[in-house]
Nanobody
């Protein structure tokens, strides 16, 4: 089992920045990828960014490229999402998720989920 706990959400004005953190505990050694997803009110959950645990390759949704940066600190079992130039449309509950295999992650599936943290961007 892997437990994920997010933090760092809050309210920020458009153009501002926030950094989200996701701390993983438990059987983290078999993590293949860590991802951030978000869900806005009335909308489906969408992929935001992912980082592979071993080789640090990163992936982003087109809507956040150039504004968001995902990174991870293996020693701290922590994944970060630095969000800059925030827009009102970035308002959502952000959740981190872990995938334990390539096949799981490549299919957009996730084995473990955090509880989510609210990000609100005011205009």
């Amino acid at each position: 089992q892997v437990q994920l706990v997010e933090s760092g959400g809050g309210v920020v004005q458009a153009g501002g920045s926030l950094r989200l953190s996701c701390v993983a505990s438990g059987r983290t050694f078999n993590t293949y990828a860590m991802s951030w997803l978000r869900q806005a009110p009335g909308k489906e959950r969408e992929f935001v960014a992912a980082v592979l645990w071993t080789d640090r390759r990163t992936y982003y949704a087109d809507s956040v490229k150039g504004r968001f940066t995902i990174s991870r600190d293996n020693a701290k079992n922590t994944v970060y999402l630095q969000m800059n130039s925030l827009k009102p449309e970035d308002t959502a509950v952000y959740t981190c998720a872990a995938s334990t295999t390539f096949s799981t992650w490549s299919l957009g599936h996730y084995d473990y989920w955090g509880q989510g943290t609210q990000v609100t961007v005011s205009s």
